[in-house]
Nanobody, 127 residues
Framework: QVQLVESGGGLVQAGGSLRLSCAASGRTFGIYAMGWFRQAPGKGREFVASISWSGGSTYYADSVKGRFTISRDNAKNTVYLQMNSLKPEDTAVYYC????????????????????WGQGTQVTVSS
């Protein structure tokens, strides 16, 4: 089992920034890709960004491209999501997830590809 714990959420004004962190523990051996998803009130969970085990490959949803940056520190078993130029429509619960990878450049984009999920952290952007 892998445990994922998100942190860094909060309330911020439009145009502001937040940095989310997700720490992994438990059976973290092997290689795994990481991703961020979000779920706004009354909506389904949607993909935000993902990063390969090596960190050399990333993928972003169009809605956050150019504003959000995903990164990871494998020595700390932690993945980050730097969120800049936040908009009210970014308000959601943000979840991190891990996916077993069979090659280092694997960058999963679909919810079904992920094996473990965190409990989520709330991000609220006021207008």
């Amino acid at each position: 089992q892998v445990q994922l714990v998100e942190s860094g959420g909060g309330l911020v004004q439009a145009g502001g920034s937040l940095r989310l962190s997700c720490a992994a523990s438990g059976r973290t051996f092997g290689i795994y890709a990481m991703g961020w998803f979000r779920q706004a009130p009354g909506k389904g969970r949607e993909f935000v960004a993902s990063i390969s085990w090596s960190g050399g490959s990333t993928y972003y949803a169009d809605s956050v491209k150019g504003r959000f940056t995903i990164s990871r520190d494998n020595a700390k078993n932690t993945v980050y999501l730097q969120m800049n130029s936040l908009k009210p429509e970014d308000t959601a619960v943000y979840y991190c997830a891990s996916a077993q990878a069979f090659y280092s450049a694997y960058v999963p984009k679909n919810e079904a590809e992920y094996d473990y999920w965190g409990q989520g952290t709330q991000v609220t952007v006021s207008s």
